[in-house]
């Protein structure tokens, strides 16, 4: 494979070895340090997206990415299914993290319980704390271990630095004092005095403080890397949208064939209730497209000979004939999958807060240790007591409390909101919550129903509403058009429906059939004044009023004589309005966005309170990007809303994306939250969440840092009793943990 680039170019890099989102960030530096190249690195989907120029090559981006201490190679093509070597089960990459994690617990248990537990301490006790430890010291806090020796190399200090320098000199230490201090004596206790005085520290042991970082830091971590791995999901439920196979004509043969084998040109057949196989132009039949998934219009499109139709679309009427214009890459939902892409890779990694003040705070204790060290040489004090001193340091320095801080506000948080329908994808959701002040809504199942409803009856002086709906539900019954769905259902709840006699569907324009002995027809007015059926001066203003408010009108008549009208359209949800209201209480601004036409649009803007000005209609999917990075440009800080294919690219593309849980799975997985009830009222409450759980982390982190702060002076004046750090160790904890717990009465 070369490596030579063109003059311009651009190439998506993956990216190893990143631990946190400083790793992601350092990596984004060094590359755009370079002449000619802009760099975007995401930690989430571990890639680098890189345009570059001049005489820059793929090889030299790869070298400064090697040199920074990471990995990064082109990413693999995809494997051909049936082709040579066939796909096997990706491997689960979270089992080495997972058996590390386990192992951390299982032994680190035993040994934080016989620390704090005297009752537990029986004789050479210490001697079994140490067996248990070295394991999770070694093998499980390997992968820290390895990052700080990484970050040291180039000058950096993160989270991973602290761990390991915390849980290296406990350890350390703890083997110092074992085999050559007092700690190793059989019957050794730790007993509980809270007194400040100066120790020389040859009879006190670390190793609960080892073992338990190391297991916290872990689960923290393993809980991260969950959530990271759904990060390129929203690319394969898009994909997987598209048919899988489709029926093809080779001259008066119906043949079925796998997608992939299709070509530009081909015909292929589309039966009522089956995805379009690919974009293409219909030359034979006529139906009703239910292209909502793509486009978000409510309403199903009619489509004839001669136009277009969209790949993963639903064909909801006839049976089409279409020959085949792109395929593969070229189609309209490939298009919008590398939208997505596009999307997700273009947004800035979000800085983890404990790595940012790591990076100020790991090289303050480091130097604190050695100015520490090197005073109490110089008073003469002697090794024991200088050492003891600069390891009381290291090992008050080591994040406990910090460990929890994150994970546990995580796991309650999260926990609640799941309880509630709402659903939280990671810790860097949280920070954009605090500062989103505009919020897009899509229209189509996010502020309405999302599906066709009979919304009024208006009838002539010569009938009744039961007698509409019984003859016109019957007939409608008998089709598959979404409307008329819509109207036989609604009927269907009023009472049983008649037969129907000689059902005939007439394209683009209605329906018609015999029903009880009455010749009925129903759809647009050209078909009943085909039939002679003009409609009387207040069902034509009842026709009028309805279009202009947006919904679509059905005229209904039999025996030659037209009687009612039928207001159908795509209902708003009966707590938008109030969700509107709550999201205006929470400091933001609501956006309507929709493909669907202007006129619909205002209506339901008016209808849930939002500003004419604030409607934005008749878009396509790259459209809803453009419209959020517009927004973006202006300065505001955007949070998405959405449920359909077409919003996946939007949501991936804002500051937050919030998915409707009762949408596609392309949407859910380009969101950061889901919003499993369908309810735009639990919007407002999981921005109220987030921002809640954010701020419960960073008073634990407050916490953790002001614990360690307060008490670095006692480490290194020497007057750091052991026992009292640990006491105060293990209270930061509670502490964390207990605040955590408050989120549990979120409401």
Known sequence: MTTQAPASAEVELSIGGMTCASCAARIEKKLNRMDGVTASVNYATEKAKVSFEGGVEVADLIATVEATGYTAALPQPPVAEGGAGEPTEPADELAPLRARLFTALAL??????????????????????????????????????????????????????????????????????????????????HGFEFTIARSDGASNIYLEAAAGVTAFILAGRYFEARSKRTAGAALKALLELGAKDVTVLRGS????????????????????????????????????????????????????????????????????????????????????????EDAQNGKAAAQRLADRISAVFVPIVITLAVATLGYWLGTGEGWTAAFTAAVAVLIIACPCALGLATPTALLVGTGRGAQLGILIKGPEVLESTRKVDTVVLDKTGTVTTGQMTLLAVHTATTTTRAEVLRLAGALEHASEHPIARAIAGAAAKAGELPAVEGFENVPGLGVQGVVDGHAVVAGREALLNEWSQYLPAELAEAKRTAEAAGRTAVAVGWDGEARAVLEVADAVKPTSAEAIGKLRALGLTPVLLTGDNRLVAEAVASEVGIAPEHVIAEVMPQDKVETVRRLQAEGRVVAMVGDGVNDAAALAQADLGLAMGTGTDAAIEAGDLTLVRGDLLAAADAIRLSRKTLGTIKSNLFWAFGYNVAALPLAAAGLLNPMIAGAAMAFSSVFVVGNSLRLRRFR
């Open 108 to 189: 680190a248990v035993p040994v934080i319980a016989m620390a704090m537990v005297p009752a537990l301490q029986f004789d050479n006790w210490q001697w079994l704390s140490l067996t248990l430890t070295a394991p999770v010291v070694t093998y499980a806090a390997w992968p820290f271990h390895r990052a700080a020796w990484t970050n040291a190399r180039h000058g950096a200090a993160t989270m991973d630095t602290l761990v390991s320098l915390g849980t290296g000199a406990a350890f350390l230490w703890s083997l110092w004092a074992l085999f050559f201090g007092d700690a190793g004596m059989a019957g050794m206790r």
């Open 253 to 340: 043969t119906e043949v079925r064939i796998p997608i992939a084998e299709l070509a530009v040109g081909d015909r292929f057949l589309v039966r009522p209730g089956e995805k379009i196989a690919t974009d293409g132009t219909v030359v034979e039949g006529a139906s009703a497209v239910d292209a909502s998934m793509l486009t978000g219009e409510s309403v199903p499109v009619e489509v004839g000979v001669g136009d277009s139709v969209t790949g993963a679309t639903v064909n909801a009427g006839g049976r089409l004939v279409v020959e085949a214009t792109r395929v593969g890459a070229d189609t309209q939902l490939s298009r919008m999958a590398k939208l997505v």
